[in-house]
């Protein structure tokens, strides 16, 4: 018998890039066409976060004297938030890619080192959990070294320092994952984690609103100007590494190239350390938090063998017993799994914050009230297409491997995309009647605006949940091991480019009757054309019949025709 | 019970099911059979409608799989050879899920959960969520599922494996049983001591195409192999004894 030497690393992302090639190699002529306009698409939406950035930076440069405060107070602000988002997301990430993927019970019973095993899955777990909000970064960095005149040098040091940046931000979410499920291997464990993770997500979130980044652009928001000052001037968490590669940039920027390796250095070297200092521990803990986390949870439930509650309701609303059964097991599984209540956990805080946001604007003329609700339909309909992109757009997806189920049941697709829609719609018609009828509230909108708004508002949730069902039916992958593969996705892009032009195109249309509306109010007679009105009505049917078709109606083919396995 | 007239099956340029022709009648017992790779499991997905022909008809119990789908699959049953069951329901509501799917009247489901679960060990685990559940225990819920709605026809995919046993022979008793009753079952399976003595009649394909179908003795005499059992003529009809040399190597 000979004893071959155990597989490291480099073989384990062999497999990989193996995989990856694989996967290019066996794609059609239709979807690489497909890919690529997808990928236009994307680079299109990057070019208009360039474009915002652009106009905000170049907002502050042109403020006499502390421009360039502004600038750097805003950039560091931004790190701030993208490093506390990627270690969050790490943190998320890893739970599923070190202890819950499909590969490991092969892995783990390998001769591979557990080592490797956990540095090709933190290496998973960093790239998955940083990549796209790293990307968001690119046009923000792009914009500032346009307006600031930087150079390529600047652009340079960026990239340098990214990576290190992302890997620390992830690092210290995965550090979280291994100890506490070292110290409670057990999958209550990784639901206690799942739920603290979102709780400090919230908490994140809450604190960046809270902490009133508008001051930036408002120092009437402050006392005197020597607090604004101290404000501009004080370091943004100055033992954040975000600080660190905020200085770094800065320096480079002021061409102080001493100050910037000092502070590139303390990045990169604090990466390596924690990195390092993340295997070391790995190699001891990992593979009992792994063992633990296999047992399922025991939980003793009563066997329901009375009348389902669901299937009362549907006797009443003379709805069928399949769509009823479907939504009733869709219900047991939603409200079960932790991860599905630490998003609503988020739901929550994000509402909250929305309407402290919208009670905080400073805004004493009626009109212009009127006129920010109305806006407000276009933010409040960005915020449904973003939870559609969570919750509806993965529905069908997250049927995953027991798709059979249903498959082979009879009970028809049509019944299937009906329960998810109704799932889905029940809770975001709730969340955007919330939205919409505290931001009127709040802003004491007029009569008109208010029924426009809070009507088109109502509408616009239910065509986006319809799109989020047709296009997660569209685009089904029923073998991810975690939801996040499903949203950041092709089809998750495509969906959200397409609600969010939607809610664009909704917005230009109704723009119309609003403009009349506020002729009117100014006074001017006979501001209503009833020929523009009948116009914009007809827009809209046509709008909202396309978007709520289109999607739905290919999807449905889509899943008619599935060959996967 | 099940008609397959002229199936073929393509997925892109393989074609994995060539021209098959088949009808299994009521009460029948039929084993499929063939190496890996074969065809088997797509004729099973085709005939349960998770996939569709490329061309040809299946039709089982009297209707067409394509155009009166519905009534075909409420017709089935199927055992999946990897039994994925939803992990956040436990076995009783994955087996009222079934109840419900299928129509089964409430009144009937009361009394069959219980029994199922306790016929297949799993009365114990009845209330626990099926994320703790062996392989083994998911393949006898699973089981259990399709003998809760009775259907006419059972799609088998490598039902035993994962079973212990003593549940692997309940369930073999179980296929007899329900055989006599009418009930036509066509099961896909690697075990072939199973399909011998199961099975009134075994078909095996082979890449796609059905290379031999009949009885035990008609398939040893098509095999040419008379008083062999079923494993040498399976070996001799799929070629099975070309790797001698690579023993020698091993």
Redesign the interface.
């Known amino acids: 018998m000979t004893c071959a030497p155990s597989p490291r690393l480099g073989l384990l992302l062999r497999r990989r890039a193996a995989c990856l090639r694989n996967s290019f190699r066996s794609l059609s002529a239709y979807e690489w066409v497909r890919n690529a306009a997808f990928s236009a698409a994307g680079v299109g939406l990057l070019l208009g976060l360039y474009w915002g950035f652009h106009r905000m930076v170049a907002y502050l440069d042109g403020v006499e004297l502390i421009g360039k405060l502004l600038i750097w107070k805003l950039t560091a602000m931004m790190l701030l938030t993208t490093f506390s988002m990627v270690a969050i997301s790490g943190l998320l990430t890893s739970l599923t890619t070190l202890y819950y993927s499909y590969d490991l019970r092969f892995l783990m019973q390998a001769p591979v080192p557990i080592r490797a095993i956990f540095l090709d899955k933190s290496l998973e777990s960093i790239f998955f959990s940083s990549w796209m909000i790293g990307l968001v970064l690119v046009p923000y960095i792009a914009a500032l070294a346009d307006v600031g005149g930087y150079g390529w040098g600047f652009y340079a040091a960026f990239f340098l320092l990214l990576g290190p940046f992302l890997a620390l931000a992830s690092s210290a979410g995965i550090a979280f994952t291994l100890v506490i499920l070292y110290c409670f291997p057990s ?1 209550r464990t990784r639901d206690a984690v799942y739920i603290i993770a979102t709780f400090s997500l919230t908490l994140v979130y809450g604190l960046i609103r809270f902490a009133e980044p508008e001051k930036l652009i408002r120092p009437d928001a402050l006392h005197v100007v020597a607090d604004y000052l101290k404000f501009l001037r004080a370091p943004t968490a100055p033992y954040a590494p975000s600080w660190w590669l905020t200085k770094a940039l800065s320096s480079v920027a002021a061409g102080n190239a001493a100050a910037f390796w000092r502070h590139a250095a303390l990045l990169a070297g604090c990466a390596a350390f924690v990195y390092a200092l993340l295997v070391l521990l790995a190699g001891r803990v990992y593979f009992v938090g792994y063992s633990g986390a296999q ?11 009375g ?2 509650l669901e ?1 009362r309701l549907a006797g009443l609303l003379g709805a069928g ?2 769509l ?3 939504f ?2 869709e219900r ?2 939603f409200f ?2 932790v991860k599905h209540w630490s998003q609503i956990l988020l739901i929550l805080g994000l509402i909250f914050v929305y309407l402290y946001s919208v009670k905080r604007i400073p805004l004493d003329n009626q009109d212009v009230r009127s006129v920010i609700s109305f806006l407000n339909v276009g933010v409040a309909g960005f915020v449904i297409a973003a939870l559609g992109l969570r919750f509806t757009y993965p529905a069908i997806s997250l049927e ?3 798709w ?9 697709l049509r019944t299937v995309m009906r329960q998810k829609y109704l799932f889905s719609a029940i809770p975001m018609l709730a969340v955007a009647f919330t939205l919409g009828l505290w931001t009127n509230r709040l802003l004491e909108t007029d009569a008109f605006t208010s029924w426009l708004s809070l009507s088109t508002l109502l509408l616009m949730t239910g065509v986006i949940v319809a799109m989020g069902i047709g296009y997660g039916a569209l685009f089904p992958m029923f073998n991810v091991e975690n939801i996040h593969q499903i949203e950041s996705s092709l089809g998750g892009f495509v969906y959200m480019a397409s609600s969010l032009s939607y809610v664009g195109f909704t917005i230009m249309i109704l723009s119309w009757p609003m403009q009349m509306h506020f002729k009117e109010r100014f006074g001017k007679a006979a501001a209503w054309d009833w020929r523009i009105v009948g116009l914009c009505v007809l827009a809209v049917v046509a709008l909202n019949a396309l978007a709520l078709v289109v999607p739905w109606t290919l999807g449905r083919r889509k899943l ?2 599935y ?1 996967g396995s | 019970m099940i008609r397959i007239s002229g199936l073929v099956k393509r997925f892109g340029g393989l074609e994995a099911v060539k021209k098959l022709d088949l009808h299994v009648p009521a009460g029948e017992i039929f084993g499929f059979l063939g190496p890996n790779g074969a065809g088997k499991t797509t004729t099973v997905k085709l005939l349960c409608g998770l996939l569709k022909p490329t061309e040809g008809s299946l039709s089982v119990a009297g209707f067409d799989v394509g155009s009166r789908t519905l009534e075909a699959k409420r017709s089935l049953g199927l055992v999946p050879d990897e039994p994925f069951v939803y992990p956040k329901l436990s076995g009783a509501e994955y087996l009222r899920f079934i109840g419900e799917l299928y129509g089964v009247p409430l009144p009937e489901q009361r009394r069959r959960i219980p029994e199922l679960l306790e016929m297949f060990e799993l009365g114990r685990w009845g209330g626990e969520l099926v994320e703790s559940y062996s392989h083994g225990m998911r393949q006898k819920l699973v089981i259990a599922g399709v003998l809760l709605h009775q259907p006419k026809v059972l799609l088998l995919d490598e039902p035993m494996v994962g079973l212990d046993p003593k549940s692997a022979r309940m369930a073999k008793e179980i296929l007899l049983t329900l055989s006599k009753r009418g009930t036509t079952i066509f099961m896909c399976t690697h075990i072939l001591e199973i399909a011998e003595k199961l099975c009134h009649r075994i078909g095996i394909m082979i890449a796609g195409s059905l290379v031999a179908l009949g009885t035990l003795p008609e398939l040893r005499a098509q095999a040419s192999r008379e008083g062999s059992d079923l494993e040498d003529v399976f070996l001799s009809l799929t070629g099975g004894t070309e790797y001698a040399a690579l023993l020698k190597n091993l």
Not at chain 1, 298 to 303: G, I, K, S
Not at chain 1, 404 to 412: E, I, K
């Open positions: 999958s047992e399922g949870s025991l939980r003793r439930l009563e066997p329901p063998l009348p389902l299937g017993r399949d009823a059964t479907l009733w097991r047991k599984c079960r799994d995953g491997r027991s059979w189920v249903v498959g082979s049941a009879p009970v028809s008619e025709a060959e």
